[in-house]
């Protein structure tokens, strides 16, 4: 369905994006390029959607007959997301995850893009405009990390023979609210050292490069956050499904556990079924 010279072709029009709509405004946006969207702590920026129209034109012009599916537009009209399954060919767009990072003039932002057919991700990217680098994969090949040109595969599990008390994780605890608050602390607790980057792409990336051992995600599971980033998580070898033990789904809403091992997920589960 997709080559991976045109995976490729789709990383060049991330990097093209990032390199005339994103970088030129980081750091340079005034309080009338960002707006809320939800709440206070969910933004969109100028910057997000000139970058979604810049792909979404060039992919459009590509694949004249693909299903595009991006964050700022289906926030406008979701009625994308109910072809999703059907389509032979959908392309799944975050044109810059962790906008508020971005916002803020932080480092950890990313463009996130799946490759699906009929509701299954073949291929995905995750762009670091800051650096130029991405992680990138396609389904049964493997994932890497293209650095200056040149690939490194990716393959989870350096940690996977310490004690989960000994590891390093992401978990977004700090969103639970009423009384799984209480329980959310409790686990917290016997975690190791815990961070909450607010940013799937960066947290993706520390898990399939091997700097952390999982990443707990929680509340709504955007496709535009997650595709890509499920992708290249199973091709380096990593387990990831709902804490209920099913596969992730599109807007599903609950915990997604993505770990370094099946030892490791297990363990994790275990201990917030626990409590």
Not at 78 to 106: K, M, R
Not at 131 to 142: D, F, R, V
Not at 230 to 249: P, V
């Amino acid at each position: 369905m997709i080559t991976e010279s045109q995976l490729h072709q789709l990383a060049e029009l991330c990097r093209q994006a990032s390199d005339i709509e994103i970088m030129p405004r980081f750091r340079q946006l005034e309080d009338t390029h960002i707006e809320q969207k939800l709440n206070h702590n969910d933004l969109v920026t100028i910057a997000d959607q000139a970058a979604e129209k810049f792909i979404m034109e060039r992919l459009h012009a590509l694949y004249p007959d693909a299903l595009l599916i991006g964050e700022e537009s289906v926030y406008a009209d979701t009625t994308a997301l109910d072809q999703y399954q059907d389509a032979e060919l959908s392309f799944v767009l975050d044109p810059i995850d962790g906008t508020w990072h971005y916002a803020n003039g932080s480092v950890y932002f990313g463009v996130m893009l799946g490759v699906a057919s009929y509701g299954k991700m073949i291929g995905g990217i995750i762009f670091e405009p800051v650096t130029g680098h991405y992680l990138w994969a396609l389904e049964g090949k493997g994932a890497f990390d293209r650095i200056n040109g040149t690939d490194q595969p990716l393959r989870v599990g350096r940690h996977a023979s310490r004690k989960l008390s000994d590891t390093m994780g992401c978990y977004s605890f700090g969103v639970t609210k009423g009384d799984e608050r209480e329980q959310a602390l409790q686990i917290a607790s016997k975690l190791g050292r815990l961070m909450d980057y607010r940013c799937a792409a960066a947290e993706y990336r520390l898990l399939v490069t091997g700097a952390i051992s999982y990443v707990v995600f929680q509340n709504t599971l955007n496709l535009w956050d997650h595709g890509a980033g499920q992708l290249i998580a199973k091709e380096a070898g990593a387990a990831t499904r709902m804490l209920n033990g099913e596969d992730y789904q599109p807007q599903v809403v609950g915990k997604l556990i993505v770990a370094e091992s099946e030892a490791r997920w297990q363990e994790l589960a275990t201990l917030f079924n626990s409590n």
